[in-house]
Structures are given as structure tokens and as C-alpha cells.
T-cell receptor
Framework: EAAVTQSPRNKVAVTGGKVTLSCNQT?????MYWYRQDTGHGLRLIHYSYGAGSTEKGDIPDGYKASRPSQENFSLILELATPSQTSVYFCASGDAGDNQDTQYFGPGTRLLVL | QQKVQQSPESLIVPEGGMASLNCTSS?????YFWWYRQHSGKSPKMLM?????GEKEEGRFTVHLNKASLHTSLHIRDSQPSDSALYLCAASMGGSGGNYKPTFGKGTSLVVHP
């Protein structure tokens, strides 16, 4: 099974501070994704990447940046954190085999912005 | 932006009973559907996928897909308390164009009571 890890697992940040969430996958998948999950909204896509050096905007990219420096690593950056970004964040990877992309999720990061 | 609608929002079934969950996409270009299961406090894990019209069975789980109506359903027979979880439906266009990014529904919360 695909191995996707995230760090930190829990984070408390202050409003206006910078937050970086990290994701690492060891299965050589091309595609990586960042989602947030909030009650009543399900999983919403923030940014995604089809390979090292590429990032694409998802459905709710405002207030977030992403970085894919290597095949294994994909970071989500909140330059100026706001309380509305309090959420659970999931990273996922996918190998896009057979023209479809089953998602393998990391354990999640709980972010609280005060 | 395609939408994925799931119903019902929540479902309670007795142990040993049948649970039926529904999912419909608003985008006629969608080709791929998945069902993910997320236990409380955990990350989503792919349960079943279906890409062709018809039915697919794996143990107690059966998935149906009608591409004409863009509707998929998940049926769990002989439900167990361990099946209690949030069930998320996802859909994507996929394909050689590389548009792999999935859209998730808000989920159905299933409770199986002993």
C-alpha cells in the first residue's frame, strides 16, 4: 500500500503567521494533492501537482501556496494564516495508472489558527 | 466545476442489515467513480472503484454504476458496527488528457448499531 506521511500532525499557529505543512510519499507516484476537510464541506481540493516542479490550483486555492521540489515531497504554505484556515489537511498521492488516479491519503494534519 | 451529490447525509442501520448509499455527478464528462471509507479520526481509504456500467462485488460490498445517469450506489449487506464511518464518493474525468483531479462529495455518515 502507498505510504504517505505528513508533518506536523498537529499545529497551533497565530493569525498572520506563516505555516508550512509537509507531505512525503515513497511510492514514486507522479500526482500529489492537498485537501482540507471541514464538517459540512467534505474534502475540498486546494492545490495539486502532476510532477516535480509543477503545481496547479484546485477548487479553493486562495490563501494557500504549494511547492513540489521533488517527486517525493509536496508542501502547502499559508503565508498569512487566518482563523478560517483552521481545519484538517490531508495530502494524497496517486499514480494515474490506466488514466485514472486512485488517491492514497496521509494521516492528516490538524491546524488551529488562533 | 463539477459537483458530486451524495445521499442520504446520514444513515442508521441495525447490525446485519443492508445499507444503501447514493452518489451522482453533475458533469457528463466524468468517467471514473470511487468510494472511500473514513473512520472517525482517520484518513480516507479507497474502498471500491468502478469505471464501467454495471455491478462490481467484493465480499459484503456491491457497487453499481449507471453512466447514462452519472449515478453510482454502494450497498453493504450484513452491516457490522465496524462499518460505521463516513463514506465519500469521488468522480473524475481522467483520461489521456491528464485531467485526473477528483471531486469529492460531502459524504454519507453511516452508523451501524448492535
Amino acid at each position: 500500500e502507498a505510504a504517505v506521511t505528513q508533518s506536523p500532525r498537529n499545529k497551533v499557529a497565530v493569525t498572520g503567521g506563516k505555516v508550512t505543512l509537509s507531505c512525503n510519499q515513497t511510492n514514486n507516484h507522479n500526482n500529489m494533492y492537498w485537501y482540507r476537510q471541514d464538517t459540512g464541506h467534505g474534502l475540498r481540493l486546494i492545490h495539486y501537482s502532476y510532477g516535480a516542479g509543477s503545481t496547479e490550483k484546485g477548487d479553493i486555492p486562495d490563501g494557500y501556496k504549494a511547492s513540489r521540489p521533488s517527486q517525493e515531497n509536496f508542501s502547502l504554505i499559508l503565508e498569512l494564516a487566518t482563523p478560517s484556515q483552521t481545519s484538517v489537511y490531508f495530502c494524497a498521492s496517486g499514480d494515474a495508472g490506466d488514466n485514472q488516479d486512485t488517491q492514497y491519503f496521509g494521516p492528516g494534519t490538524r491546524l488551529l489558527v488562533l | 466545476q463539477q459537483k458530486v451529490q451524495q445521499s442520504p447525509e446520514s444513515l442508521i442501520v441495525p447490525e446485519g442489515g443492508m445499507a444503501s448509499l447514493n452518489c451522482t455527478s453533475s458533469d457528463r464528462n466524468v468517467d471514473y467513480f470511487w468510494w472511500y471509507r473514513q473512520h472517525s479520526g482517520k484518513s480516507p481509504k479507497m474502498l471500491m472503484s468502478i469505471f464501467s456500467n454495471g455491478e462490481k462485488e467484493e465480499g459484503r460490498f456491491t457497487v453499481h454504476l449507471n453512466k447514462a445517469s452519472l449515478h453510482t450506489s454502494l450497498h453493504i449487506r450484513d452491516s457490522q458496527p465496524s462499518d460505521s464511518a463516513l463514506y465519500l464518493c469521488a468522480a473524475s474525468m481522467g483520461g489521456s488528457g491528464g485531467n485526473y483531479k477528483p471531486t469529492f462529495g460531502k459524504g454519507t455518515s453511516l452508523v451501524v448499531h448492535p
